[in-house]
């Protein structure tokens, strides 16, 4: 069973409008999700995070929203550019056990200009 | 910023030979270091938990006879694949782990295998 899963595998949108890749998981225990953006031949790059005790976190055009309850989280991309097409993998980890992170299948964004 | 250079970046071995990567950490300290494999299907797979001073804890279907790993200080870490088969291909990733927890990857090194 999967762990963290990403209900879309492909996303596609205009430049300017927003787009929101969303995100499941199984285990409660999970207290730490962040957001790796992979461009292709590149490692993924930690693009932002949120730990459990907070429902948004914001970094300029990104933002992460969080329901601990329903176990789902999102991530909005305002504004998009031509220059976030990307895969975009959620990711969730716990406690001291920080390392292991679980990745999901990633979505693979595309902003047409 | 927490930075992680990984190399080479690519590289390509000849079936049964073995090649080694390398993992630096630059502007922080790197409590752990986990090295992952993503496959050609693009899905991750935890290859071992290096921390300096402790004992490396390698995965469920990945050992030190194949991955021997070296972690001698807070900045660099290297990992061989020895005796590399096909089903050893993918995109090998160094995670540098800060003391807040957050992991941070370098760009891979990418090994394929003829």
């Known amino acids: 069973q999967q762990q963290v899963r990403q209900s879309s595998q492909s996303l596609t949108v205009w430049e300017g409008e927003t787009a929101i890749l969303n995100c499941s998981y199984e285990?409660?225990?999970?207290?730490?999700f962040p957001w790796y953006q992979q461009f292709p031949g590149e490692g993924p790059a930690l693009l932002i995070a949120i730990r459990s005790v907070s429902d948004k976190k914001e970094d300029g055009r990104f933002t992460i929203f969080f329901n601990k309850r329903e176990k789902n989280l999102s991530l909005h991309i305002k504004d998009s550019q031509p220059g976030d097409s990307a895969t975009y993998f959620c990711?969730?980890?716990?406690?001291?056990?920080?390392?292991?992170?679980?990745f999901g299948k990633g979505t693979h964004l595309h902003v047409l200009p | 910023g927490a930075l992680v250079y990984q190399y080479p970046r690519r590289t390509i071995c000849k079936s049964g030979t073995s090649m080694r990567m390398e993992c630096q950490a630059v502007?922080?300290?790197?409590?752990?270091v986990a090295w992952y494999r993503q496959s050609p299907q693009k899905t991750f797979e935890l290859i071992a938990l290096?921390?300096?001073?402790?004992?490396?804890?390698?995965e469920q279907n990945f050992t030190q006879e194949k991955f021997p790993i070296s972690h001698p200080n807070l900045s660099f870490s290297s990992m061989t694949v020895l005796n590399a088969y096909l089903e050893d291909r993918g995109l090998y990733l160094c995670?540098?782990?800060?003391?807040?927890?957050?992991?941070?990857f370098g760009a891979g090194t990418r090994l394929s295998v003829l």
């Open positions: 502007g922080f300290q790197a409590t752990s």
């Open positions: 995670g540098a782990m800060t003391g807040e927890n957050t992991l941070y």
């Open positions: 290096s921390t300096v001073n402790s004992a490396i804890k390698y």
């Open positions: 285990n409660s225990a999970f207290d730490y």
């Open positions: 990711a969730a980890s716990e406690g001291t056990n920080a390392y292991k992170v679980i």
